[in-house]
Structures are given as structure tokens and as C-alpha cells.
């Protein structure tokens, strides 16, 4: 390949640097989350996944190569469910010998994990995430849309925490008057663990979930709930761009999060940017147009050209617009099992 140079000092419109891609390596996914992927919309993931002209993982090598060039040095594989992506290790494997590329995540609704973990983590997986918004084992099949138990995917919570992998992490999505209820037993389950649970604020992402503003539990109503359980302080961001804010309590070693999309917009720190299974980059979660990346992947000179200048004019800030009501927003959104959460 082409020595392309380095651009580490890549900055979009609003001076924000690349540092993250998301991979979405494919649209399917197995559950029915009703904020995501509602299953009496499941043609639409059927009708794309069916179109799905997926890139190899060749391309994603080639791509994830012009990213790193250009200051990417996080990588996170989700979907979708990417675990039902085949032969993911080989992809690990071949990400995480990218230079520059330091640190290989995945997010995961868990379930297939267990048959092909220790393979993942051999191939030099670093971090997983993994989606449990509930730990009632009714109100999580109600919210997966699924028979699996929340015991299921806290049982792979506990091989995970028992594995090699460095760090492991709790994607709770909250939604008022659903599951606020469990944001204190999942603190408790985790007592005394190395997870780091981070509750999440229900976005407006994709078209399929009937999203509305009163359906969010900001995080200040998450911190209350558990500032009455047990005692907490915040910590210091451990780098710019992080999105959740961290606070650890005062009796133990555990680390908690919240991620306040909605009510506390980070758009100025947002440094990521998504790739889309078929190959659209996508530079925020609320995009209405990717940038196709199929007609470059053969020139990689090209490819680096045109990401780089894709992302030289990003002035994306969707949740800032949004919380100063600013309706303008005038393409269809793109729905999150597709561009990548
Ligand atoms: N299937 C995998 C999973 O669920 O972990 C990866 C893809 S999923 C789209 C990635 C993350 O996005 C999950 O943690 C999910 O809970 C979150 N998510 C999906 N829709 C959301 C929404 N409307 N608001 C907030 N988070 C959402
Ligand atoms: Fe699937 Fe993840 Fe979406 Fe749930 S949140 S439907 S597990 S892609
Ligand atoms: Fe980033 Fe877009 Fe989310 Fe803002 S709305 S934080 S720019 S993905």
C-alpha cells in the first residue's frame, strides 16, 4: 500500500478531531428492542438487511487503515448485532494490527458471546459493552422483545468479568415510566464488580421508535434516584470527548455512568464518526446522508482524501440544535441498527 502521510491534526468545521470509529459490521440484529428496532418494523431491517451489499473484511481493513492515518486510534464493532457477523475474530485480528489503532472494542446485546469469546479476546479484542436495560427477567423480554431471561445476559456479564478482557462495561437505556425502577437493583448486581454500568438518556435516533421528549429520564433524575441509595461523587474525565460523565461512590471501588444525549448535548466534544455496514460513513448518529466509501476502496490514496475532506466539513451538532428546539432537520434520519450504535 501507499505511504499516505499522517494527518493526525484532522479537525472538522467546529475544530473536532476524529479519534473514534464505529464499525457497524452488519444492519440484522436477533432482538426487537422497541427503541430500536420495534418488531412490527422488522421488514424494514429485513428489506436492508436483504440489499445488504456488505463490505469484506478487506474493505474494513482498507477503510479503518485511512482512518487511523488521519488520528482514528479507537475502534468499536457493533451493529446491529455483530455477532452475527461470521468469523468476527479474523476482523479483530486484522483491525488491531493497524497501526495506530490502540484500542478495539464491541458493543454487544451479548447473547451469541460466550461460543466465541475467548477467540475474540485471542484475536485482540480489548473492551466489550453490553446492553442490559433490565434485570427483571419480564420487563427485560418486554424491552428486548425477545424469550432470552436477563439472567442469560448477565451470566455472560460475569464470563466476561472473568476474562481477559480490560475493561467491561453496562449500556442501560432508560426510559420514564418503563425501567427507572431498575437503575438501582443493576447497581446493586454490580456491586463489588469491575462493570462500569452507564445509564443512558432515550435519544430520538432513527424514525421506528415513537420517540418522545417525555419519554426521557434526564440524568439528573438518575442521579437522584440513586444519590437516595448510596453515597456518590464525580470523577475527572480521563481524556476529552468522553461522553459519559463518571462518578464512583463513596463506600466502594465501583464507577457508574451517565449519558445525557438529550438533556446535556456533548456535540462539541464529538470526535466520532460511523461506518455503515454496505460502506457509508456516517459523521453523526442524526446524519441523513452517508458518504460513500465503496468507489474509493480500491485507491487508497483516494479513500484518505475523501474522508479527510468528508470530515473537514463536519458541522454536525444535532443534539445541541435539538435542545434549542431547533426543528430544522430536513432529511429522514437513518435508523440505528443500520448506521452503528
Ligand atoms: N446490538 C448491540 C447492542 O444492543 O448492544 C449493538 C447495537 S445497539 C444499536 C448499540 C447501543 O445503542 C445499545 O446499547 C442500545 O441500547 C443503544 N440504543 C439503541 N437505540 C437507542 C435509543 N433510541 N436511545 C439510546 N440508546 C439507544
Ligand atoms: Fe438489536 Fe441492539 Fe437494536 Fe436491541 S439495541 S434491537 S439488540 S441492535
Ligand atoms: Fe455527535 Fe451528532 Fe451526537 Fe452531537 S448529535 S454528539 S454531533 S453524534
Same mark, same amino acid.
Given at each position: 500500500m501507499a505511504d499516505l502521510g499522517t494527518n493526525p491534526g484532522l479537525k472538522d468545521r467546529m475544530g473536532r478531531p476524529c479519534h473514534d470509529l464505529r464499525i457497524s459490521?452488519?444492519? @440484522?440484529?436477533?432482538? @426487537?428492542c422497541r427503541y430500536c428496532l420495534p418488531a412490527e418494523h422488522v421488514d424494514v431491517m429485513r428489506s436492508q438487511s436483504a440489499s445488504e451489499n456488505k463490505l469484506s473484511f478487506d474493505d474494513i481493513t482498507r477503510i479503518v487503515e485511512a482512518y487511523a492515518e488521519l488520528g482514528v486510534n479507537k475502534v468499536r464493532l457493533t451493529g446491529g448485532e455483530p455477532l452475527l457477523r461470521k468469523h468476527l475474530p479474523q476482523l479483530v485480528k486484522s483491525l488491531k494490527s493497524i497501526k495506530g489503532i490502540d484500542d478495539l472494542a464491541m458493543t454487544t446485546n451479548g447473547i451469541l458471546l460466550p461460543q466465541i469469546l475467548d477467540d475474540l479476546i485471542k484475536a485482540g479484542l480489548d473492551r466489550v459493552t453490553i446492553s442490559l436495560d433490565a434485570i427483571d427477567d419480564d420487563l427485560f423480554a418486554h424491552i428486548t422483545g425477545t424469550q432470552h431471561r436477563a439472567k442469560d445476559v448477565l451470566d455472560v456479564i460475569d464470563l466476561c468479568l472473568a476474562s481477559r478482557l480490560k475493561q467491561v462495561k453496562i449500556n442501560t437505556v432508560i426510559q420514564k415510566g418503563i425501567n427507572e425502577h431498575q437503575v438501582v437493583p443493576i447497581l446493586e448486581h454490580f456491586r463489588g464488580t469491575a462493570a462500569v454500568v452507564r445509564f443512558i438518556e432515550f435519544m430520538d435516533v432513527g424514525t421506528l421508535n415513537q420517540w418522545h421528549e417525555t419519554q426521557v429520564m434526564p440524568s439528573h433524575a438518575v442521579l437522584d434516584l440513586i444519590a437516595q441509595h448510596r453515597p456518590f461523587h464525580s470523577k475527572h474525565p480521563l481524556k476529552s470527548g468522553e461522553v459519559a460523565k463518571r462518578y464512583g461512590f463513596d463506600d466502594g471501588q465501583e464507577e457508574f455512568g451517565l449519558i445525557s444525549s438529550v438533556s446535556q448535548p456533548f456535540c462539541g466534544d464529538c470526535d466520532r464518526a460511523r461506518l455503515s455496514s454496505d460502506g457509508l460513513v456516517f459523521q453523526c448518529l442524526f446524519a441523513s446522508q452517508g458518504h460513500d466509501t465503496k468507489p474509493h476502496l480500491d485507491d487508497p490514496v483516494a479513500l484518505k482524501e475523501h474522508i479527510n475532506q468528508w470530515w473537514q466539513h463536519r458541522d454536525d451538532q444535532y443534539s445541541v440544535l435539538r435542545q434549542k428546539k431547533d426543528k430544522h432537520h430536513p432529511l429522514p434520519k437513518i435508523e440505528m441498527f443500520v448506521m452503528g450504535g
Open positions: 459490521v452488519t444492519n @440484522r440484529c436477533q432482538f @426487537r
